[in-house]
């Protein structure tokens, strides 16, 4: 016993002393331990801390952990050393967060769902803020007050599914500000202040399949717009202040089956031939289009004017595609708009619908399963948003283990570290 502890110098045993002390005391503990105030799940490892009145991210997150809760904080500050974790879920909404330093999720490598929404004081955002989320699908920032985006803030977010940026105070969008995003699919600008939608503002959207961009202030489209928008099928610019829509944009979204253009002040003069000629061969599902001017066609609908209505307008623009027969709709457009209006309930369409609400046409669209839509919409959804300890009765929450409880509960790893100790001491002292 005493030769072992002569073969090893003083100074090697005191060092081999503090490597046990700091793979005990730390690793170990990185592992396992649930941050005070927080509540833990294995499986996947949930790391909760919501309503809690946190001021910053605690620090002590396990660095594994799969989903990290901190909603309805009053946390105010993100920087790059906030994060000493990875996750694959991040919800920070509901909190006072009022400056994101660049770079500050750099480190979360993996994360895919990030939700900042509800932060009403987060007016501003810095251009490298995303930086590094290359894997985010999902990015929540509905009511921030944002009244501006930094041109690179979508840099490289090649992964992003889901961009939620209603409800704030937008009144520009910039060219290009989207173009990385080719993955995107769903992209909810309503509630804005937009007032134009320029050439190139959505340029690169190749997947883009719903536009929500109601209530805005929008009064002009360039024709160019919607050039890249070959795969929507949801547009939504209801409650605007459209006069016209240029034909080509139309044109340009191929795919669409659901279109909503009420509550804008449409103009059935001649500028409205081309948007009324892409209606006659369209077959989709659309909104009320109700003429505001001139004074004689006010009140009637757009899609269903004559042929003769425009019997006085120059020739409508190039390469648009000319009725050939003289009756106003072919025998198939009839068709569709008389099944449409037979068939869906006319209430969703006839006034502005409230907000996030879905016509039961749009609900019963084939391709798409109810639940799955409403679970991207935010925070609506009280089911799936539902952790303890702000979930209805009668919810499972069995598996959890809490800071309180932990100490009860001695892990595996723990004990494996303990017997590691037991043998390293055994080893040096014999
Ligand atoms: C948070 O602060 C509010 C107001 O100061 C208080 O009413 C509430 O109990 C606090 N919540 C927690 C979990 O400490
Ligand atoms: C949010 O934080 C700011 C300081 O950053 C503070 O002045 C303000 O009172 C906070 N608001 C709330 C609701 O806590
Ligand atoms: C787009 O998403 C698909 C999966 O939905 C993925 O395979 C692909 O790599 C993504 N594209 C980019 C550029 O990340
Ligand atoms: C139309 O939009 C404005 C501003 O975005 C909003 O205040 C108003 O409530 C909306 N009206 C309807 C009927 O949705």
């Known amino acids: ?221 360039h024709r160019k717009s919607f050039r890249d928008l070959g795969r929507l099928t949801i547009l939504y610019l209801f409650n605007n202040s459209l006069a016209e829509l240029p034909g080509q944009a139309m044109r340009d979204v191929q795919g669409i089956q659901f279109l909503r253009l009420n509550g804008n002040p449409w103009s059935c003069d001649c500028e409205a031939q081309p948007l009324w000629e892409w209606f006659r061969t369209a077959r989709i599902s659309s909104s009320e289009v109700v003429c505001t001017s001139p004074s004689q066609r006010r009140g009637q609908d757009l899609r269903f004017l004559r042929e003769l209505d425009f019997a006085l307008c120059p020739v409508p623009d190039p390469g648009s595609p000319v009725g050939t027969t003289t009756t106003t709709f072919s025998s198939k457009t009839r068709w569709w708009f008389s099944k449409t209006m037979k068939t869906f309930p006319k209430t969703p369409f006839d006034s502005a619908p409230a907000k996030y609400e879905m016509s039961d046409a749009e609900a019963a669209l084939p391709k798409l399963d109810p639940e799955e839509y409403w679970a991207n919409y935010g925070n609506e959804d009280a089911s799936i948003r539902c952790f303890e300890p702000e979930c209805p009765p009668g919810f499972d929450n069995s598996a959890f283990y809490s800071s309180s409880t932990r100490t009860n509960v001695p892990s595996f790893l723990h004990l494996a570290s303990l017997s590691v100790v037991a043998v390293s001491l055994h080893l040096v002292f014999g």
């Not at 520009?172 to 190139?200: K, P, Y």
Request: aromatic fraction near 8%.
């Open 1 to 221: 016993m005493c030769k072992v502890i002569q073969a090893v110098p003083r100074r090697s045993s005191g060092l081999i002393l503090w490597l046990i002390l700091w793979l005990v005391v730390v690793k170990p503990g990185g592992v396992t331990a649930c941050p005070i105030h927080c509540v833990c799940y294995p499986s996947p490892m949930t790391v909760s801390c919501q309503s809690q009145n946190l001021t910053i991210v605690p620090s002590d997150v396990p660095f594994d952990s799969q989903r990290v809760f901190l909603q309805n904080n009053r946390i105010t500050q993100l920087r790059a050393d906030s994060f000493g974790f990875e996750t694959q879920v991040l919800w920070l909404y509901g909190n006072n967060i009022t400056w994101i330093e660049a770079g500050a999720f750099s480190n979360l490598r993996v994360l895919e769902e990030l939700d900042l929404g509800d932060n009403p004081s987060l007016r501003h955002l810095e251009g490298g803020a995303f930086r590094g989320l290359e894997k985010l699908q999902s990015l929540h920032m509905h009511r921030c007050r944002l009244a501006a985006l930094p041109h690179d803030l979508f840099h490289k977010l090649y992964s992003l599914q889901f961009l939620y940026l209603q409800e704030n105070q937008l009144n520009i969008l910039q060219d290009d500000l989207f173009s990385d995003l080719v993955n995107l699919s769903h992209l909810f600008l309503h509630g804005n202040r937009i007032r134009v939608l320029s050439e190139n503002v959505f340029r690169g959207l190749v997947n883009l399949d719903r536009l929500l961009i109601h209530d805005n202030r929008i009064r002009q489209v």
